[in-house]
């Protein structure tokens, strides 16, 4: 018995030459209707083929045929990849047969040409499988590098990955920019040429890293992977470029507004290329942006770094970003996740870098700052003299305006003058010159293009500076040139910056197909084969249409040399001149925008402000102001001379190389490029003719290089990692060139093998007497000739055979379907001699195992019988005896439970019980204290409202009191006032004495407490007693260990019950004896708490008997000799009365003392009954003419004196009160027993 299989293996050269090349495009010449019908043959389109179909949102989507095609069909059933049955329409000669799919195996592949149908559909799905689901970003296309956004970070560019593609050919490794510029390198190296990268591709799509990238290579590789001086330069000439020529716009965070040439000079040493320095190329910067900026985009960089930096230059007076007129256009002055602030940083940083001084930065910033302060100028209206009506010919600038005088305090300029030539231009005849008034707009034109003007000339000196500092002068050898160009544009609105940036992308795209179709042709020539004349789409309609005579160009400049020229006239003569060109559409409605039909779209251009920007005009006037400032790089900025580096490059050496300039400049001879001239207006060139120009020198330096082609590719205008749109790609993939690349590979013979790998993969397809190993050429030949019968569709070269598209996939197929049916052959003999000997061998063995088996299973079944019949009985016994086992057990345990449970009840029970007697006792308390607080509580504050009601009515009574004391009846009150006194102090003191028993028949209850003291005592002598107990019956316990020793086995259930009855007793004893300590300190701590209570309750009886009792006592007191006071005055005006008497009757009036002096002497005397109200008695006056048969004076003394000797046994009878009620009321330690007690309730 052995194993037969077979490996299915693809051979490593089938990976990287399998190159068939098919594009679906409808072809006029003979080679392209012979590739259609190859395409279109019969038996490619057979049922279960997979082809591709037009959707309406994926562009492509994959089908699969339900039926075989037939020559001559209308149409072709199909089953969609969504599951939907349609029916797609064909003609009558099949010439639009639905493109094929690749094989599954091609899907991937790292180079489009390697793909068998290469066609639109197939790229874009090999394009996607790479990107979406291998997230790998380059993919080759022939000579091209096509590079995909992903918008994340990868980790591609490091040092190490350096050195893993240095020295490797292209195609070698995976696909990346460091492959392309390894081979550019490596050409540079061999051949000593000059080379060119060309890095193309709308805003967005990574055209400025992917050159980035390139360069840093070639700085790595060009000295060493630790940075020089030179390669130090180098990379640091991106920030500043960025900074000064990269904008925000609505389709990525850091445009490139500007072409830029980079050239890479190297020099041989010992054959080994060092890179000695670089210059730096520019064109066609965006001027427009300085003073305008469309909605969600930014000025240039390098104003809002200056306005997040504006604290270390206090002397610009910058304010936010946002307070500027030229930076707040957009609305979008920020950029995620980037500090502006530390970009000027790095800026400043790279500049010192590049040679530039503190200085000249000082300066450079004082000039954008005063571009800042120049676009926040205001213009005004300005009114006719002596009315108020707007003067619409002229405006008006205030001289006090702020930002005027700084922007003249920065550029250190005249700001008269600069306000002048704001609001007046100047006309110039022959011999004389008129001066004419702005109105608003012209005089904010002027103020705009001044801006621009200013920048311009910045940029243009930062690039010279940059050159000056990356070019040491020495001779070079060769160079590497890097272009970094915007790529087709299309807007809503499309202006002329987009004409310039899509006619520039016209010319490399005519560039770019002669070097394809050139290397095609030099391939064919080099293996020695018979070729007819590939038919390419060439775009040299659409650039006459621009360039020639009265073409777009030539009638803008023609309009722009007219005094009176506008957009609309322009307009007009497009319409009229350039109908003749193919390429030319008008609008269908109105005459203010025109159609050109571009390589990759056709294009809507708006002619409003194409004959403003092509002219560039500035005021002569306001230039000269800046040419006169005191600052020293304001005026060499302002007298750059305005030439055409690319001319000047070229004849300084050998080869062509360049910068496209943008400002307009006379064209100098090469030993007049260091003159410095200022053209004058008649001579002066248009934006649109020195960008042609420059556009030439371009195209030439790269028709004298190596070129090499990066093609970059947004995938979506979310800026979202790795999703992809792919309307968006196929727009891109059109316009970048990469599929008229593969329709020019395919219009010839784009799959090629060289002859050992064909005879390789492809010997099975010839029998054996047609194959010779010792000439493999003839064999190949021996094979093509067998399967394909049309000799156009291949061609026998030196080393190569080439074949036209679809037809390695033919010879695929073959091989596949050959190798399938002798499998199938050689498979079914195998299998029928593996299957019969495995069934001989099983028969043989089945026989001798039955025989065996039978034998075994008999004598098994008897002795299992005798078995089953003696478990039977076995059972029988062992389940009676652990029937009976688990039943004892099972009855013990439960008795063991119920003891154990039923005392855990009565102990829950009993707890419950004695904690709810204890909150009980607890709430008893508690509500004894909280009532004895709050009837205090009331008690002092109905005191309190009772003192002052008294004192109000006491004060109302003493009113009244004192008015009623002047009369004789007040006598007699007073006296009765004072026994009714006397009579409540009897009977407080009768109160008094009742709560005195009350406080002794309180402690009466202190006795009870005493007697529950004697009961605790006897529980103490009850525990003693119960201990000894537990001592008799921990004797009987040790008696009874002793007699069961013997019957330990059988009673140890007995032994675990006595163990937890001990258990028990002597936790019984625990807590009686905890509980015993805790009744001592209760007991301790209620005495402490009655000593206390005793303590604060004398405190509080003193106070009160003091604050209380003795207060009244002593008001009493006072108001006894006050009135004893009285009555010796009163008695002492009697005997002065009774001497008046004596003397005569006549004389009383005049030696009577008056009421008011008798009332003066205590007229600050207060209280219930003063001498104040005793003296004051109102005498009626005829008291004096009564006789002396009504005056008694012997019997008036008598009273007096009866009176006095009253009052002064009142008072001493008072005073023994006084002191008995003191003496009676003393606290004694009987009188607080009760209050103890309720305070030992409380706690």
Same mark, same amino acid.
């Given at each position: ?17 399998? !190159? ?10 003979? &080679? ?47 089953? /969609? ?72 970070? =990868? ?59 390139? =360069?840093?290579?070639? &700085? ?49 040493? =010992? ?27 930014? !000025? ?21 970003? #946002? ?79 702020? !930002? ?152 803008? #400049? ?44 056709? +294009? ?55 910068? +496209? ?62 999703? *992809? ?139 299992? =019988? ?14 009676? *005896? ?182 028990? *007793? ?5 807590? *009686? ?36 009792? !003795? ?81 008694? /004076? ?50």
């Amino acid at each position: 018995m052995f194993n037969f299989c077979f490996r299915y293996e693809y051979s490593p050269f089938f990976n990287t030459q399998l !190159n068939e090349m098919p594009r679906w495009i409808p072809c006029k010449t003979k &080679a392209r209707e012979n590739l259609t019908n190859a395409l279109n043959s019969v038996g490619k389109y057979h049922k279960g083929a997979k082809i591709w179909v037009p959707h309406a949102e994926q562009v492509w989507e994959s089908a699969t045929l339900e039926e075989s095609y037939r020559k001559g069909a209308g149409f072709l059933k199909i089953c /969609t990849e969504s599951g939907s049955l349609q029916e797609v329409k064909l003609k009558a000669d099949g010439s639009n047969l639905p493109p094929l799919r690749n094989p599954q195996i091609l899907v991937g592949q790292n180079d489009l040409t390697n793909l068998s149908y290469l066609h639109e559909p197939g790229v874009l799905y090999n394009l996607r499988v790479r990107f979406c689901e291998r997230q790998i970003i380059y993919t080759y296309c022939g000579i091209v590098l096509v590079a995909i956004n992903p918008y994340a970070e =990868m980790p591609l560019y490091g040092p190490s990955i350096i050195r893993a593609y240095r020295g490797h050919a292209m195609g070698e490794l995976e696909p990346h920019i460091f492959a392309l510029a390894e081979e550019a390198y490596t050409k540079l190296e061999r051949e000593n040429c000059n080379l060119s990268i060309i890095v193309s591709g709308e805003s967005g799509a990574g055209k400025t890293v992917s050159a980035k990238y390139a =360069m840093r290579y070639f &700085a790595a590789v060009g000295g060493s992977e630790s940075e020089t001086q030179v390669e130090r330069k180098v990379l640091a000439s991106s920030p500043i470029m960025e900074a000064f020529g990269n904008a925000k716009t609505t389709r990525n965070d850091n445009s490139s507004r500007f072409g830029k040439f980079t050239k890479l000079l190297f020099r041989n040493h =010992m054959g080994v290329m060092y890179l000695q320095g670089a210059t730096m190329h520019t064109y066609l910067l965006e001027k427009s942006r300085v003073v305008y900026q469309a909605q969600g985009e930014r !000025n240039y960089h390098i104003f809002y770094q200056l306005c997040a930096a504006r604290a270390k230059y206090p002397e610009l007076v910058l304010d936010h970003q #946002d307070k500027f007129r030229f930076l707040n256009m957009g609305g979008a002055p920020d950029i995620e996740r980037i500090s502006d602030a530390d970009q000027f940083n790095e800026t400043v940083q790279a500049m010192s870098v590049l040679g530039f001084s503190i200085s000249q930065i000082a300066d450079i910033v004082k000039i954008l700052a005063g571009i800042l302060h120049l676009g926040n100028i205001k213009v005004s209206n300005k009114y006719t003299e002596g009315s108020e009506e707007i003067d619409t010919e002229s405006c008006e600038i205030f001289q006090n305006d702020l !930002n005027l005088q700084i922007t003249g305090d920065l550029l250190k300029v005249n700001s008269d003058d600069l306000r002048r030539w704001l609001l007046m231009r100047k006309i110039e005849s022959v011999n004389e010159y008129v001066l004419i008034p702005n109105n608003i707009e012209a005089a904010e034109a002027a103020r705009d293009a001044l801006a621009k003007h200013l920048y311009a000339k910045l940029f243009q000196y930062i690039v010279g500076v940059l050159n000056k500092s990356l070019n040491n002068g020495s001779k070079q050898c060769s160079f590497i040139g890097v272009l970094d160009i915007y790529g087709f544009e299309t807007f809503e609105v499309n202006s002329f910056e987009q004409f310039c940036i899509n006619y520039a992308n016209e010319k490399l795209q005519q560039q770019f197909n002669q070097h394809v179709f050139k290397l095609e042709q030099e391939e064919y020539l080099k293996e020695g084969i018979t070729w007819t004349m590939i038919d390419y789409y060439d775009n040299q309609p659409c650039i006459d249409l621009i360039e020639l005579r009265l073409g777009v160009l030539d009638l803008l #400049d023609e309009e722009c040399r007219m005094p009176k020229g506008s957009d609309e006239s322009w307009a007009g003569k497009l319409i009229e001149k350039c109908q003749k060109f193919p390429h030319f559409e008008k609008p269908r409605f109105g005459t203010t925008s025109f159609f050109i039909k571009h390589f990759s779209d056709t +294009v809507e251009y708006d002619v409003n402000g194409f004959l403003e920007k092509n002219r560039d005009t500035v005021s002569k006037e306001l230039t000269n102001v800046l040419a006169v400032s005191n600052m020293l790089l304001c005026k060499q900025v302002m007298e750059l001379e305005e030439v055409d580096t690319l001319s000047v490059d070229a004849a300084k050496s050998s080869t062509l190389g360049g910068r +496209v300039v943008i400002s307009a400049g006379r064209k100098q001879q090469l030993n007049e490029t260091r003159r410095r001239v200022v053209p004058s207006k008649q001579h002066r060139k248009t934006v649109g003719s020195q960008f042609q120009e420059s556009l030439t020198s371009l195209i030439s330096t790269l028709h004298s290089t190596t070129p090499h082609y990066v093609r970059c590719i947004k995938p979506n205008d979310e800026k979202i990692a790795y999703k *992809w749109d792919t309307a968006k790609i196929i727009q891109q993939l059109r316009a970048c060139g990469v599929l008229e690349t593969v329709r020019i590979s395919a219009a010839g013979f784009p799959s090629r093998w060289i002859y050992p790998d064909f005879y390789v993969r492809y010997q099975l397809l010839a029998h054996r007497s047609k194959i010779d190993k010792n000439d493999m050429k003839q064999s190949c030949c021996n094979i093509v000739h067998k399967w394909i019968q049309d000799e156009d569709k291949y061609r026998f070269g030196n080393k190569q055979i080439f074949f036209r598209a679809g037809q390695v996939a033919y010879l695929e197929q073959v091989r596949s379907n050959l190798r399938k049916r002798y499998i199938t052959i050689v498979q079914s003999v195998v299998r029928r001699f593996i299957h019969r000997r495995r069934f001989l061998r099983l028969q043989r063995v089945i026989n001798g195992l039955q025989r065996y088996a039978r034998g075994y299973l008999a004598r098994e079944r008897a002795q299992k =019988m005798r078995e089953v019949r003696a478990a039977l009985i076995l059972s029988k016994y062992a389940k009676g *005896w652990l029937c009976r086992r688990r039943y004892l057990r099972l009855r013990h345990s439960i008795f063991g439970i119920q003891t154990y449970a039923r005392g855990m009840l009565a102990r829950i029970k009993f707890f419950a019980l004695r904690d709810h007697y204890r909150a009980v006792q607890i709430q008893r308390f508690v509500r004894g204290v909280l009532a004895r607080r709050a009837y205090q509580r009331k008690r002092r504050n109905i005191i309190i409202c009772q003192s002052a009601v008294r004192r109000f009515l006491a004060r109302r009574k003493f009113k009244r009191m004192k008015a009623e004391a002047k009369t004789i009846s007040h006598m007699e009150n007073k006296y009765m006032g004072l026994e009714n006194k006397i009579i409540s102090m009897q009977q407080r003191i009768d109160e008094l004495n009742r709560d005195n028993s009350n406080l002794k028949h309180k402690t009466s209850e202190i006795s009870v407490l005493k007697m529950k003291l004697e009961l605790k005592k006897n529980l103490e002598g009850e525990l003693k007693n119960v201990k000894v107990a537990c001592m008799d019956k921990d004797m009987l316990i040790g008696a009874l260990n002793k007699q069961l020793e013997s019957e330990r086995d059988e009673k140890m259930q007995l032994l675990e019950e006595n163990g937890h009855a001990q258990e028990e *007793w002597l936790g019984q004893k625990q807590l *009686w004896r905890l509980e015993n300590e805790e009744l001592r300190k209760q007991i301790d701590e209620m005495i402490e708490m009655a000593k206390n209570v005793e303590a604060s309750q004398r405190d509080q009886k003193e106070r009160l008997l003091t604050e209380i009792d !003795n207060k009244e006592l002593n008001e009493a007191y006072q108001r006894a000799i006050k009135d004893k006071e009285v009555i010796e005055n009163e008695n002492y005006i009697l005997k002065e009365e009774l001497s008046r008497f004596a003397g005569g009757v006549t004389n009383y009036s005049h030696r009577t003392r008056s009421v008011s002096n008798a009332s003066s002497q205590n007229e600050e005397d207060v209280g219930y009954a003063s001498a104040k109200n005793t003296l004051d008695i109102n005498r009626p006056p005829d008291l004096l003419n009564k006789s002396d048969s009504f005056i008694d /004076t012997t019997s008036i003394v008598m009273k007096l004196r009866s009176i006095l000797e009253e009052e002064k046994l009142k008072h001493k009878y008072l005073q023994e009160q006084y002191l008995k009620l003191a003496s009676r009321n003393k606290p004694t330690e009987d009188s607080f027993r009760p209050t103890c007690r309720t305070s030992g309730r409380g706690t």
